[in-house]
């Protein structure tokens, strides 16, 4: 006869095995891959890849439309896409497994490993640890630093990115509160890379890539031709869809790597996720990573605020951010995310830790509000909401959230003229920002341009509109605007500020954190 313990240990047994059961009676392929084909419909887009981890097993593999639309390569499983922030899990795992290896602690202070780190107070240079550079706790603003980073190609490199740290003010208090940022992850990098004693990219591909046979995925720089089967970013463009930041022939090791710059491909992340789901328990020195650095990185180390659709849409009850990873709750179940943005290509990755699923999507198209309902549309086919909540459902909520917004359109262009020489006079010279550095407000050809010293793409006309100077940029890449703003306003001008001219815009255009003073007159 079983004992009492058996006996309980045989009912949990045949439970966990009945709820397994029920979710694979409840998976349809079909019903799944039907909602990527209509989310392909109606947003356009150029090509997708889509697949869904059941137990462990890869149950879709779904994928639609072309590398570059109208060349006729199809998307496959294998092909590459950038996952943009979805990178940041990747790096805060390379560092999980240098606390498992004893080569460093979570509460390290930055500076023991990379000594010439500074913020712009001293106190917080001092007090910042390791574990800080994950959680977007820093007292930053949104975005902060990330004209270093964006649009790319660029001139700055990783040294610059960190040195400029120090020149940034931040917004609030030191761990006060929530605020996104990339340039710590940049950081981060450096400092696994430092107690490495390798570059970045070779550390993630050793701690990564190759131990996990996520044998697509690429990190640094690399051959397009050589490596192939590359996702092109695309844009819609007068109506067209047409590719935009389009690869060289050699990827170039862009600063961002760490923060958002790994590239993968669908099976690379279908076994990331597995990865991630697995809960075996296997705690054995062999184990890829230790339970208790699996925890650290799901434990919610800094709150984020419970926005109102997450309440509407998935009765979420928290929200925090982890080490890479977003957490929250849906329908009574708990959910570990991330998204990845860069112009032109997206990508999300969900996982129902409790359900035993993982959903990887990636765009090579302007797809935001298209991955979102897509994403939210596979999710209840999860969580028990899956009736009547289709692509149509959740784009008709977001239709009507903008119905009921009060925008102002203040984003959208007005008209504009040339500005008189007195309207300028005040803002003509060149001007530096002590982590962005100079730029040059100065005549070309019949008007005044704005040029960037070491952001070529930030190159723009200075036009007046509603007696207030904008900037208006050339390069079709870079689609936020943005004010001139002198100080003092009138006589002679000391100081150079910049503004969003749409201000719920891409946070990354952070214009609001420089601060140019006079250098020069024109050359």
Not at 457 to 484: E, F, M, P, S, Y
Not at 518 to 523: G, I
Request: proline share 5%.
């Amino acid at each position: 006869m079983p004992t009492r313990v058996a006996r309980w240990m045989l009912i949990a047994c045949l439970a966990v095995a009945g709820q397994a059961g029920a979710r694979e009676a409840q998976i349809d392929p079909a019903r799944l891959a039907s909602l990527v084909d209509d989310a392909v419909a109606r947003y356009a887009l150029p090509g997708i890849a889509v697949g869904v981890v059941v137990d462990g097993e890869v149950v879709l593999r779904h994928m639609r439309g072309e590398l570059r639309a109208g060349q006729g390569e199809p998307v496959d499983a294998a092909t590459l896409f950038k996952i943009a922030s979805n990178s940041k899990a990747m790096t805060a795992a390379v560092l999980a497994r240098q606390v498992d290896a004893g080569l460093l602690r979570w509460d390290d202070p930055v500076v023991r490993h990379l000594p010439d780190f500074r913020m712009a107070d001293d106190w917080v240079t001092r007090e910042i640890q390791v574990r800080d550079l994950l959680i977007h706790n820093s007292g930053l603003g949104p975005g902060a630093g990330d004209l270093m980073l964006w649009p790319s190609p660029n001139r700055f490199t990783r040294s610059d990115v960190i040195h400029g740290l120090r020149h940034l003010q931040p917004r609030w208090s030191f761990r006060s509160r929530y605020a996104y940022d990339n340039t710590l992850y940049i950081v981060a990098g450096e400092v696994a890379a430092a107690v490495a004693g390798v570059p970045f990219d070779v550390l993630v591909r050793r701690e990564i890539f190759e131990p996990l046979a996520m044998t697509r995925c690429q990190a640094g720089s690399w051959s397009r031709d050589a490596v192939g089967n590359v996702a092109q970013p695309h844009a819609r463009i007068d109506g067209r869809t047409v590719v935009v930041r389009a690869d060289d022939t050699t990827i170039p090791d862009e600063p961002m790597m760490a923060a958002g710059g790994l590239r993968c491909s669908l099976d690379d992340m279908l076994r990331w996720a597995q990865v991630w789901l697995d809960a075996s328990g296997d705690d054995s020195e062999q184990a890829w990573l230790s339970q208790a650095q699996r925890d650290a990185a799901w434990t919610a180390h800094m709150p984020i605020p419970l926005s109102p659709r997450m309440r509407a849409w998935d009765r979420s009850h928290f929200s925090a951010y982890g080490y890479g990873w977003r957490l929250t709750d849906v329908d009574g179940t708990s959910k570990v995310s991330h998204t990845g943005t860069l112009k032109g290509m997206y990508s999300a990755l969900t996982l129902l830790p409790e359900r035993g699923v993982g959903i990887v999507v990636l765009i090579n198209g302007d797809a935001d509000e298209a991955r979102t309902v897509l994403m939210q549309a596979l999710v209840k086919q999860f969580t028990g909401a899956a009736g009547s909540h289709d692509v149509a459902y959740y784009a008709g909520l977001l239709a009507a959230e903008r119905a009921d917004s009060d925008a102002s359109g203040s984003g959208a262009r007005g008209p504009a003229r040339a500005p008189t020489a007195a309207e300028t006079a005040n803002v003509v010279g060149r001007w530096r920002d002590p982590w962005f550095g100079s730029v040059d407000v100065c005549p070309q050809g019949d008007g005044l341009s704005f040029v960037s010293e070491r952001s070529p793409k930030l190159h723009g006309d200075v036009v007046a509109v509603d007696g207030r100077l904008q900037v208006r940029w050339r390069d079709t890449d870079v689609d936020v605007d943005a004010w001139l703003i002198a100080s003092p306003a009138q006589g002679s001008a000391t100081a150079l500020h910049m503004a969003k001219v749409d201000p719920d815009a891409d946070f990354s255009y952070d214009f609001e954190d420089l601060a140019f003073v006079r250098e020069s007159d024109c050359r």
